[in-house]
């Protein structure tokens, strides 16, 4: 009896300490997809790539161009770029070679191709790998800019040869990356309006997650396309410059020739369909045509005509003397002898 009632308080006892514990654990969920939820969230977390501090040329972004005259001077012209912004350009030294693209006395962008300048941690000439000893490339950004909350997803292409990076003070980089080397070749500060007028990004209201629309750009003067021109015979002529090459002279000849072939077009418009065969006109002549798809932005004009392999081996072509540039709208001709 005595025996009987010690093994029932043991069991008593068993059960009013372990009971409370056992079903406590009976309703709690299985931990299996909570520790890959953590597990998931923690990876995020370590893949987000957090923007930058600002230790470079982004320091002169949104600031007024009379800090950056200050340290550099002042530019050696100042053009429209028919985007209600103003051009003023450095470009008495090659090696120097920038643009700031000012608007209300503002800097709203800056465009790079001297490999001789200290614009900070990313520098023309740096290899990919080199950027990554400094900071990840992101493939996806959030940003706010007038208010309202962006959303920006690179392409497959667009993260390989045109990556962003994004700084503290709201600021990105676009990096134009050599198809070949691998190696900058171009450094483009943009401001967060700037990135979506850009027209080459797809860029999402997340408050309505539609894409932004293109913008209207007005009618370009003769003077905004006289210096879009110019601009792209510079660009040109550094690349040649960066591989030893010839310098490509303007050619009265061939301007003449480029004319003749968009005025007989008669729309104002380069349409590729439209236009003759170069054995048509010189077999001498090499001619290249580059549709805009409603993009104006001269640097990112010249990256997407570098980002073609048959216009590279053109444009580095040592035999190459001469050359003529016609910019119609957002469509670029080159002719070259």
Known sequence: MIKRVFVLSVLFLFSLYYLPIFVEQQEMPATKGTNEEIQEKTMDMEDRVYPMPVSGYEHYMNEPVEQYM????????????GLGTEWWTYDTDPEKYVQLEVK???????????????TGPFRIGMSRENVYDETELAKEF???????????SLSAQEWKWFPLIQFENETFLMIFIH???????????VSPQQ??????????NTETEEA????EVPVQSPAVLAEKERQLYSY??????????????????LNELAEEMTEEL???????????????????VESLYISGDRIFDTPTQFGLLFSNKNNRKVLKEPSFQSIALKVIDDDLLFLLK
């Open 142 to 152: 959030i940003f706010t800019e007038e208010g309202k909350e962006y959303y920006l």
């Open 104 to 118: 209300d006395n503002t800097i709203y962008s800056i465009f790079v191709l001297g490999n001789q300048i200290n």
């Open 195 to 204: 990135l979506r007028d850009l027209n080459f990004y797809t860029v999402v």
């Open 70 to 81: 200050a340290r550099y001077g002042e530019p050696a012209r100042i053009a429209p770029s």
């Open 212 to 215: 932004e629309p293109v913008i």
């Open 179 to 189: 198809p070949e080397n691998n190696e900058i070749y171009g450094l483009h500060y």
């Open 236 to 253: 040109i002529e550094m690349s040649r410059l960066n591989k030893d090459l010839p310098s490509l002279e303007p050619s009265t000849e």
């Open 266 to 284: 008669g729309k104002g418009e380069l349409t590729f369909e439209e236009m003759p065969p170069t054995d048509e006109i010189d077999q001498e």
